[in-house]
C-alpha cells in the first residue's frame, strides 16, 4: 500500500480507536487522526513481525492490528497527558 492508502486506512483505525475508547482528550480530531496513522504503522509491523499479516495489503487483520495499534497509542497519549 501506498502512504496515501496508509494515511487513510490509519485515520479509519484512529476513528475505531476513538469509538472503542472514548473520552476527551486534547487535540481531538487531529490528534485521533495521527494516533490512528501511527497505530496504522505500529500495528501493522508489529503484526508482520509476529506474522498475523503483511503490511503490503489490505484485510480484516491488518485493520485488526492497525486498531489495536492505534487503542495502544491513545491509552499511552491518555497516560502521558495525565501526568
Do not use: C, E, H
Amino acid at each position: 500500500m501506498g502512504i496515501i492508502s496508509w494515511i487513510i486506512f490509519g485515520l479509519i483505525a484512529g476513528i475505531l480507536a476513538k469509538w472503542i475508547m472514548p473520552g476527551k482528550d486534547g487535540g481531538g480530531f487531529i490528534i485521533t487522526t495521527l494516533l490512528g496513522v501511527a497505530g496504522a504503522f505500529v500495528g501493522g509491523f508489529i503484526g508482520s513481525f509476529l506474522g498475523l499479516g503483511s503490511v503490503g495489503n489490505f484485510s480484516l487483520g491488518s485493520m485488526a492490528t492497525a486498531v489495536v495499534g492505534a487503542l495502544v497509542l491513545l491509552f499511552i497519549y491518555r497516560q502521558i497527558k495525565k501526568s
